[in-house]
């Protein structure tokens, strides 16, 4: 008897659990769907799910306008450096405050999570006159230092835990047995946080890739990423609904695909790591 | 090589004083054993000499050079932690390489360094293997394997055995005297476990609440504890203690028996008590004797198997030569 409502339980919830993940994912299925639609039946009321002429027209229009080739490859140098500028920066930070905290520690930590808090317009202005002085306005460089910068916080918080998790004793032994603070960092702190610093590394891949609110204000065509391949078929094209969502299908696809094969070791960063 | 002095070392966290100002000196080729109940500060002792935790106030000298501010890396000390602490990613081989590959000595001399403590370490065939392949006692080996290739100039020891199960304890203990023996290089070796102090040390250092209390031979200690502590603290069973009237007889505040210095009897004894519990273990019979006099109950040794059992009537017969005195300050006389 215990077994059979413990089963009914269960198909209850497999059932809710499904539900849930695809009402959260039936917004991407749909642009996915309509961007294999014709303009009118994209529009059409009512809306039409899967019974409609299929067709690539969408994309091949997109990739004849705009090139989307050089919006994904400044995706991937934006999200790509600047997430390794925070990981080389963050290591030896997150080293500090786990091994050797002082009384200010948590109050760093959370100074750096409270700059978070600030809704980024609020910056928006200030950081875009200094990128005028500095000439960084539309360039991928200005994009990977604030990139870099504002997910610095999350980098440094997500590492601090990883190396919570690694006894101390093992970092002295390396100091007893001769290695100075870059070895102990190189050879026995980072081996040991791989899977840690691996899943901060996809992590801020991904949010650095989504990022939209920096990279619309700070560039224009030269270093646009994906974010504003997108943008760019939504406010001045009228109702092209077709030709926005095989835009987004071909700016999701590949952070959509990086993750799917990674989702172990994301959802292992996520549960494991900061939002512990 | 491995003579270290402390001189005035002390210790603070914060307000805390830990280890109010101390001297010592370890001589070179010295098994120096620091041995106290838990939070005597005998870890944080070591510590200090390792470099691992600055000192707050004194010398500590190496081989004639002030190491205070030497970084560990520098000190030219091994050490061999409670948890091993061995580095998880690497094989045996490599967690045996990695000091001499951090001093940049050349390959061929490190794989000869590794197979030689291999093999007086028994760890040839797990040399390919993980840590998180090897038992306790396998790992244990791994690390004094790290410690050994060194070559270095005393050795640190930090309740290496304490998480290892008795029968291995006593094996280990037994390889750690034997390669100090074949080194010949000082150890010093924290414990709360006197036994392990008594059976490995040249030298013991008793501890309590960071003071030193004595600092002697295992049998100095067993023989004329300098007070009450050291006196209970060291051998086993404990030493009983007797107040009152029994104590007065000798002219002191309290009088100390060892249990191996009492001569039961069914019979006649200066003592008359009643058995509480017998323990008997073959080669010896420990019984808890209640008497009239004192609140503690006597313990007492009887070689071989002796046959009395719960609530028999026992008389003791102290050995008067053995007896030790102690007046109010807890302080031995004579």
Known sequence: MARAVKNKQKIINTVAAWGIGLLIFFPVLWTILTSFKTEAQAIADPPVFLFFDWTLENYAIVQERSDYMRYLWNSVIIAGVSTLVGIVVAVPAAWSMAFVPSKRTKDVLLWMLSTKMLPAVGVLYPIYLIFIQLGLLDTRTGLVIVMMLINLPIIVWMLYTYFREIPGEILEAARMDGASLRDEILYVLTPMAVPGIASTILLNFILAWNEAFWTLNLTAAKAGPLTAFIASYSSPEGLFYAKLSAASTMAIAPILILGWFSQKQLVRGLTFGAVK | ?334
């Open chain 2, 1 to 334: 090589m491995g003579h270290i002095v402390l001189e005035n070392v002390e210790k603070s966290f914060g307000e805390v004083t830990v280890i109010p100002p101390l001297n010592l000196e370890m001589e070179d080729g010295e098994f120096v054993v620091f041995v106290g109940p838990s939070g005597c500060g005998k870890s944080t002792l070591l510590r200090l000499i390792a470099g691992l935790e600055d000192v707050t106030g004194g010398t500590i000298r190496i081989d004639g050079q002030d190491a205070t501010a030497v970084p560990p890396a520098k000190r030219g000390l091994a050490m061999v932690f409670q948890s091993y602490a061995l580095y998880p990613h690497m094989t045996v081989r490599k967690n045996i390489t990695f000091p001499l590959r951090m001093a940049k000595l050349d390959q061929a001399e490190q794989k000869r360094r590794v197979e030689q403590a291999a093999a007086v370490l028994n760890l040839t065939e797990y040399l390919d293997r993980r840590p998180g392949q090897l038992s306790g006692g396998q790992r244990q080996r791994v690390a004094i394997g790290r410690a050994i290739v060194r070559e270095p100039s005393a050795f640190l020891f930090d309740e290496p055995l304490s998480n290892l199960d008795a029968a291995l304890r006593v094996g280990m203990r037994l390889e750690i005297s034997e390669l100090h023996e074949r080194l010949k290089t000082t150890m010093i070796y924290v414990t709360h476990d006197q036994v392990e102090a008594m059976t490995m040390a040249d030298k013991i250092v008793v501890l309590q609440a960071g003071r030193i209390e004595q600092v002697g031979s295992p049998l100095e200690l067993y023989r004329t504890p300098r007070n009450r502590f050291v006196a209970g603290f060291i051998g086993s069973p404990k030493m009983n203690f007797l107040e009152g009237p029994e104590a007065r007889k000798h002219d002191a505040q309290t009088i100390g028996i060892r249990p191996e210095h009492i001569t039961p009897s069914s019979s006649e004894g200066t003592w008359k008590g009643r058995v509480g519990v017998a323990e008997h273990l073959g080669s010896d019979t420990f019984f808890h004797v209640h008497m009239e006099e004192c609140a503690e109950p006597v313990t007492v040794r009887s070689g071989g198997e002796v046959d009395m059992h719960h609530g028999d009537t026992i008389y003791l017969t102290p050995d008067v030569e053995q007896i030790h005195r102690f007046d109010d300050q807890g302080l031995r006389i004579g």
